[in-house]
């Protein structure tokens, strides 16, 4: 993975390791999001990590416009009844 970050040199093929999406910070600097949401799952997101994305993508909406949040990860990666209740708190957070 480290390949993926530039941090290492990759495999012999010279490809991403392509497993898992894998997202970097110009990938996210160019898409200009207008919400940034941090889940607590699987990876636990904390406020040390909100106010680093909040320095590191200072130029996008979503820091521009105060709308870069933690949230419960299971309204995200959980399914069956959690999408009830994602149903409800997703949109209120959203409508900002």
Known sequence: ???NWGGAIAD???T???RY???VE???RAAQPE???LPDEPFAF???HRRKFQKIFADTPAVKNGRVHRIDGRLVTWHGTWLGKSLTVL???LAG
């Open 21 to 23: 999406p894998v997202v």
């Open 46 to 48: 904390g406020e040390d």
């Open 12 to 14: 012999e093929n010279g």
């Open 26 to 28: 110009d990938d996210i």
């Open 91 to 93: 949109p209120q957070l």
């Open 35 to 37: 919400m940034i949401l």
């Open 1 to 3: 993975m480290a390949a």
């Open 16 to 18: 991403r390791d392509l």
